[in-house]
């Protein structure tokens, strides 16, 4: 019960596409200056797709949902979910992974290997054997079939990852006011010791800095937003301070002509900016 990743995540995107080993890189498919939303649309196909599919709709308000109930706020983002990983099976590229293949299944099963064996997020600079392990985490966790399917998803359905990053986000987040109908959701502990992974440690930066520069600036941006919330109510157990990191990031965002969604990332790192600010 972790985050990938978005998946997002956590970073789910960059998590994912960071585990490879000994095999060359498969960028993902080119993404337009101005992505379109998932709406009614799918990506380029060099195979035919079943006439009925289409991508499935997720929330475009990066910055807040709508204005409804909590109740009907969970349902939506698990909807969404689903009809994300429904809208997987119908793809040719996802049936020569594997025949019969269910991708929500096979989520669950990644998710429960990630949470079996957390990462250490601070320490390697006093202790050689946390810098050795998180090095190669994720490659004890994840076998190669986990590793070809995330590709597979990220190469063929790279238009719609802002969008899909932010679901998996709000997902992750929910919280206990939340119900988990799957069981699965991952604890506010665990996106913690990843966040902080891919934010503060060598090994987790490692992986992202070897990734194409959106999916790094994704996965730094999320993980950063989960630390700070950590920090904000009280834990942030190995004292990681996102202070640092947010400068360097927004100037990266900034440059960056490739997000649909930049003016809110900037936004929202300028407010947690101003928090730090005001503390110190």
Same mark, same amino acid.
């Given at each position: 019960?972790?985050?990938?990743?978005?998946?997002?995540?956590?970073?789910?995107?960059?998590?994912?596409?960071?585990?490879?080993?000994?095999?060359?890189?498969?960028?993902?498919?080119?993404?337009?200056?101005?992505?379109?939303?998932?709406?009614?649309?799918?990506?380029?196909?060099?195979?035919?797709?079943?006439?009925?599919?289409?991508?499935?709709?997720?929330?475009?308000?990066?910055?807040?949902?709508?204005?409804?109930?909590?109740?009907?706020?969970?349902?939506?983002?698990?909807?969404?979910?689903?009809?994300?990983?429904?809208?997987?099976?119908?793809?040719?590229?996802?049936?020569?992974?594997?025949?019969?293949?269910?991708?929500?299944?096979?989520?669950?099963?990644?998710? %429960?290997?990630?949470?079996?064996?957390?990462?250490?997020? +601070?320490?390697?600079? +006093?202790? %050689?054997?946390?810098?050795?392990?998180?090095?190669? =985490?994720?490659?004890?966790?994840?076998?190669?079939?986990?590793?070809?399917?995330?590709?597979?998803?990220?190469?063929?359905?790279?238009?719609?990852?802002?969008?899909?990053?932010?679901?998996?986000?709000?997902?992750?987040?929910?919280?206990?006011?939340?119900?988990?109908?799957?069981?699965?959701?991952? %604890?506010?502990?665990?996106?913690? =010791?990843?966040?902080?992974?891919?934010?503060?440690?060598?090994?987790?930066?490692?992986?992202?800095?070897?990734?194409?520069?959106?999916?790094?600036?994704?996965?730094?941006?999320? %993980?950063?937003?989960?630390? =700070?919330?950590?920090?904000?109510?009280?834990?942030?157990?190995?004292?990681?301070?996102?202070?640092?990191?947010?400068?360097?990031?927004?100037?990266?965002?900034?440059?960056?002509?490739?997000?649909?969604?930049?003016?809110?990332?900037?936004?929202?790192?300028?407010?947690?900016?101003?928090?730090?600010?005001?503390?110190?």
């Amino acid at each position: 019960m972790i985050f990938v990743m978005a998946l997002l995540l956590a970073a789910l995107g960059s998590y994912f596409l960071g585990m490879e080993h000994g095999r060359k890189d498969i960028e993902p498919a080119a993404t337009p200056q101005t992505p379109t939303p998932a709406k009614n649309q799918a990506p380029a196909k060099t195979e035919p797709e079943p006439v009925a599919t289409k991508a499935p709709v997720v929330s475009q308000e990066i910055v807040q949902p709508k204005r409804e109930s909590r109740e009907d706020y969970c349902k939506r983002i698990e909807k969404d979910v689903r009809d994300f990983f429904d809208y997987l099976n119908t793809k040719n590229y996802i049936r020569h992974v594997e025949e019969g293949t269910d991708t929500f299944d096979h989520f669950k099963k990644i998710l %429960s290997r990630l949470a079996s064996k957390l990462p250490i997020p +601070a320490g390697e600079g +006093a202790d %050689s054997t946390v810098l050795n392990s998180n090095i190669y =985490h994720l490659f004890r966790v994840l076998d190669r079939r986990d590793i070809r399917l995330i590709r597979e998803v990220l190469a063929n359905e790279s238009e719609t990852l802002e969008m899909n990053v932010d679901l998996f986000y709000r997902w992750l987040t929910l919280g206990e006011s939340c119900p988990d109908p799957e069981g699965f959701r991952p %604890s506010r502990e665990a996106l913690y =010791h990843y966040a902080g992974f891919f934010l503060n440690t060598i090994g987790g930066r490692s992986y992202l800095f070897r990734r194409p520069l959106r999916l790094r600036l994704l996965g730094m941006y999320y %993980s950063l937003l989960i630390v =700070h919330e950590a920090d904000k109510e009280g834990r942030n157990l190995y004292g990681i301070d996102p202070f640092p990191h947010i400068a360097p990031l927004a100037k990266e965002i900034a440059l960056y002509n490739g997000f649909r969604f930049q003016q809110a990332y900037l936004d929202k790192l300028e407010d947690i900016e101003k928090y730090y600010i005001q503390r110190r």
